[in-house]
């Protein structure tokens, strides 16, 4: 409108110049108005002048042309350098427009020709435009947007108060306002030099496309739950593989680090478990190609794109008998056309251990090692079990002995990569090194990563590509043990005279040696992934719409694990074992697709062949009794005794899927998809085959002109899906009987025996998963709020079950599809900008899941599986024991001989739930489940100016599980125990805690324990440098954070973590590791 | 260009079609693993079964948990429990058995295990597809072998549970609908096997001398385990005979004389017997019947697993006394190895057992006396401290000192077990004799064994059961399944209550129910289309 009106003005002023000639208020009036549009209504007259110039003055060409024609020039000499040299080449026949844009065309100077004849001069002036830059919805001015001279890198960024300006080279100029969440503004400036921008919100992230199986879909067009990872999960977090980042941030997705080691990895079920005995892990997909072999270790968390998670039956069906699990999409970067950018992004910090057990205190050891004594009448002669106790009792001579196995962890990652290329080949190249050194002694984790991704159109019809990565895992060292540092007595020895590792701290307790002689081991633990994964897609030019991909992946993932143990590690004659595995795993696979738009008719129908197959190598060797520890692992064949294994498996899949995905004027929505797969471990008597089809609508309501009368409604769409989709993932071999071989000797020689191992069945096929799921996706109030609501029901049948057998039968065990699980559910996510302002805004992320797992039929008559634990209408992992009510005291030891006859006072008092007077079997009842009840994340980011602080926090509630932490009677005579846990005295007379009597746990209780837990994740605060700082820098970006992880977690539970997986028991466990915090400082940067 | 592409593709995807195809891309092939089908075809692979046979038998003392070995012994006339591992727990406070017992769990599954290998044997030589080659001697051989072991673990089963489910057959699919037999017909399945085993079983001469394979089980071994199930039958005639048939075979004599690697160090014929080296009848015990061979360090003997406990034998943790926890007494060879003395003999057994100069009761046999060998005292006898007698201290049999200087921790036991011997052939004989009421006979019978060890002749009168047990307590302690025997006899219950029970009431809750062990309730609880009757009380 402005520039409309402008424009009047001009041609009003042009009329009235016309009229008037007097030189001075022209001067005047130029001066002030600037000479900006003027020249535009100069009529262009013909002229002939001789003018050939070679360096002369700007004012000896002023004499030539007035000489020559009738022109004149008018101008300031203050203001205009007349003294300038130029060059006018011989110019004949031509216009004054012309010849005076040629004059000037290297100076400065600005000309307007006046009334015909008058040439008027002005200086030409770099112009400055300002403005404010605000909200269209809210009026708020907005911070942070870039501000660019379009076709140029140059630009400023608003300022805090949302105001900018910005110099223009001419009046031509055109501006381009940019910011994240908003749709991008360009204004012409036009002469104006204040421009006021309003920005409206980015509300179409739903023409966001997703990537979906064998394809992409555009999220307005989704009809299934895939849902999308937030970006901000995908970095800036310390994080040693992505599952890590991904726990409690998407609704339906429940990840449980049961270890914390370094490099180790985490448990993953989407939607709850369906399976009992196959794996409940996703099918991971990266890049278009089935992951088969290898683990989330060997995708880097800095290669990654974007994440998909798809949930419903629908969205999973296409991968048939693997998707019952969730599919996990993974893509990683590629290549853009344009300038190479180079990215460097770091972090490193220091780690230390949370949530610490701590052991009993040196005087707390004394005194329950003599209440032990007492407890199971036996005689007390010192204050300590062993002699070498004593004399460091006596000399008053303690150890920490969790102080001396962990020491201050450290994480550290580097991350180069350099994209970029043509319109016709582009690349994504980048290297990666990632260190973590363990919070205990000998634990470390060292990963080197490649990845190469090349797209390249050959023809415009062939687009031929690569993604190629190698990963390097490497866990070597021999390392502390946790477990019975904790256990060891206070009074032990850990060092000799020489200052080696006292071999037996509590000798002669020799069932526990020294906890850190595992750093006088050698070991290695290393696993490497080379992948390569190939493309031609072809789109014919005679149909249009058609397309062919043919994919073919390929991947070695070798694992190599060593250890040597000898005298200095508490081994007498030296052990070393090597063992090797190489998995070998292709697949090729064929896509075609076809998409046709017809009016408001759009189809795509996507049709898939594939085949892949999947073997495994193995081979160990075993050698002892070494003359000394000189040549550990590297000459096995000196060993006196030697033993060899090897094996091989091999699994093979062929599949066919086809799917159709049509809508109406993107309004209705309809997904049809079948998927038929052949898996080698089924059907040794029965198909082979199975086919898992599905259907899935959605309605975008928000699109219909109904609804535009509600003008705060951004987005409404209901969708409803219905599908079936398997689950293979059980060990091949598994329908054939069979004999494993074990060795006895005669004469002191050895034989080879075979004995019966395992009961095959022969008619096992795959478990189906069927459901439902409705979901509604909803945006309001400009974006303001937005989010999902899913509900879904499935119900898995033919369960892969590895069911218990009685005994007598003369297996334990044995697969078979039996049973069935429904898992019910329902999932929020939530998307709110609670408060924005020029400066600080505050969004809230919001996901909530809860799932109700329960088994509804096991062997077709109705009734519970006690031997296996599994009760009709309960869910599975259920815990099922006594209810503990207290301790038995001296005052109820009447009742307790007639309730309880083998219990003695300070044992564990167990409620009579069938109130017959009597403590048996029968009063064990279903107490909860290791399932929990609902899960959550809630993510607050706050920004500040270029300041943002991200803070994460996560929950799963309602978890029940067995805590091995309280078992411990049974060894404490002997050694220390937990702190906060407790135990019964005839003085004290606990009521939650028993005695320290050797066998006073015979019912084998398990002590289930409460195990749910909330813990602030992560908070990272950032600050990005402004881009106007970074051009003076010639730096593309740069962003700095400071990073903190597993900060503080609220939790009843009694042990080193809820989450964790803990082995209690006095042999080694590896992944017996304390929960960590890590704080690290990190960078971004940006050359371009 | 575009041709040569698309052609190109069009191979690719033919390929792949192809292999679509391709029926066997599909198919399974056992590449690293045996299958019953494949190697119970001849009699390389028989021998094999055989073997493994063996080696699910030998389990019972090489599995977890480490207290198992005291479940036999503790809470009976013999030993009390003073280091408890926490299985054997409810075997001394009886009131505490119930039908969740790790025990009686453990050692059911383990039968039914045994069992189990053992019909793959009988069923496959049965079938005429698998007899290619063999000859019917051979065949019956290995099917006596097969029956023998079987027998074994349903005798084992059936002294310690009652009557139990009898399978004859491998299982080839679920079965969840399992009943008890009565004893009766437990004990004549047993009879049958064992008549088989005796009839076609090799003797120990053809054993050691042309299969080379002592530990393989020989007729004599099927005899005196049908001698002792013709006890238990009732028929005491057929037993009696039975135990001539040893005796009379001329194989086995008792050991009278000193041999083997030991047998010019202090000693005596008893002790010979029990020093590692020694159980072998190629090693010169000529006693032996059955034994099961273990070897350090050897693949199938005993493999020295630092860290690792299991599988392997722990008789000797069980057994020997915790003396390294006495300063200045040092683990050696002559103390027997590293011990736990997870139990320790009654007092019945250490002071009540043994007369005056009977040789199972010399210091070779029964340790009694402790010598610092290291500090301040060194050479001088330890005079205990009355609490240090309880199990670091404490008198224990030699039968299981066994010492392994590279294994000083003792992670394992490598000394053979011997599982059948001529001494005890004298004994159930005597138990046959005096079931007939043959008192002569059974005084003869017990004096020839008496003499060996020189106790003093007993004459007729003297014979009672409880004699009878008292001599095998004496012969036998630490070697037999001391609970298995008393359940047999029925004296459990009267035997614990009078000679062992004054130890912290260990033993004297014990009740008549307490004779058969429970079923275990898992088993009850997963055979869910029939009842599985528990034993009564539990």
Redesign the interface.
Known sequence: MKKILHNNLTQKDCVWLSNTFKVMRIILLLLTLGLSNIYATVHSQSLNIDLALKNVTIKQAFENIENQTNYKFLFRSDLINVDKSVNLENTGTTTINELLSKLFRDTNIKYDVINNNLIVLSPLQQQRVRGTVKDANTGVTIPGVTVLIQGTTKGVTTGADGKYSVDIPNANTVLVFSFVGYLPEKVSVAGKSVIDVQLNPDIKTLDEVVVVGYGTQKKSDLTGSVTSVPQSRLKELPVTNVLQALQGSVSGVSVVQTSTVPGSLSNVIIRGVNSISASSNPLYVIDGVPLMSGSMNDINPNDISSIEVLKDPSSVAIYGTRGSNGVILISTKRGTDGKPVIKYSAYAGPESMVNIFKPMSPQEYVRKYVTAMKQNNLTITDSVPTASEKANYAAGKTVDWLKEVSRPGFIQDHNLSISGGTKDVKYFVSGDILSQKGVLKGYQYRRISFRANIDANVTNWMTVGTSLFFVDNNSDGGHVNLMQATQMSPYGTEYDALGNYFMIPMTNQTLYPNPLLGLNTSVTRQTKNISGNFYVEIKPDFIKGLKYKLNAGYTFNPTYNSSYAGRSANNLIGSATISNTQNYNWILENILTYDKTLGKHQINVTGLYSAQENKTLSNGLNANTFINDQLTLNNMGAGAVQTVSSGFTRNALISQMGRVNYSYASKYLLTLTARRDGYSAFGSATLKYATFPSVALGWNVSNEKFMKQFSFLDNLKLRGSYGKSGNQAIQPYQTLSTQSTVQYVYNGTSATGVVASQLGNSGLTWETTAGINLGIDYMVLGGRISGTVEWYNTKTSDLLLRRNLPNISGFANIMDNIGKTQNTGIEISLKTVNFQTKDFSWETNLNFTANTNKVTSLYGDNKDDLGNKWFIGKPLQAVYDYQLIGIWQQSDAALMATMDPGAKVGDMRFKDTDDNKIINDKDRVYLGSSLPKWIGGITNTFKYKDFRLNIFIQTVQGVLKGNPAINFADQSLVINLPESVGYWTSTNMSNTSQSLRTGGNSRGYGYPSDASYSRIKDVTLSYTFPQSILDKLKIGGLSMYLSGRNLYTFTKWKGWDPENTFTFGYTDNFNNYPNVANYVFGINLTLR | ??KL??YF?GI??A???F??CNKS????E????????N?LKDSL?FD?????????F?QQWTGEPQGLICVMNVGTDLAISVQ???VE??YT?Y??????D?GASVY??WA??V???A??IINAIHDPSNQVGMTATYRNSIEGEARFYRAWAYNFLSILYGG??L?DK???????D?VRATPTDVINFIITDLLFATTNCRDIDYISNVI?????VCKSAAQQLLAEVYIRAGKSDLAEAQCKNIINSGFFQLTTTRYGVNSTKPGDPFSDMFITGNQ?R?QGNKEAIWVL???Y?????A??????TTPSDQHRRVWVARY??I?GVD?SDSLGG?GLARMRLSNWALYGLYKPNDMRNSRFNIRRNFWYSSGPKVGQKVVP????T?YKLCPYTTKWNNYV?????GYADYKDIIMMRLGETYLLMAEAQFNQNHLTDAAATLNTLRARSNATPILPTDVTLDFILDERARELMAEENRRMTLVRTGKLVDRTLTLNSSY?GQGA?IKPYNMLMPI????I?????AT?TQNPNY
């Open positions: 260009m575009k592409i698309i593709s690719l995807i390929s792949t079609l292999l679509g891309f599909l198919n399974e056992l590449k690293s693993t045996y299958a019953p089908q190697t692979g094999a079964a055989i073997t493994g046979l063996i080696f699910r030998r408890p591992q926490g727990v409810p406070n009131a505490a058995l119930n039908s969740q790790q059911w599954n039914y295990t069992v189990n290998n019909n793959f139990v489910p399978i491998p299982i080839t699919a679920p079965k969840t399992f080379k394979r002592e530990g393989r072998r190629r061979e273990q070897e360090n050897v693949p199938g003997g493999i020295f697993q630092p860290g690792n390294v926890d300063t683990l590293r401290n009355p609490a240090d309880l200087a590279a294994d000083a921790f912290q809750g275990p309730q898992s088993e609880d997963l055979n869910k289309n599985l």
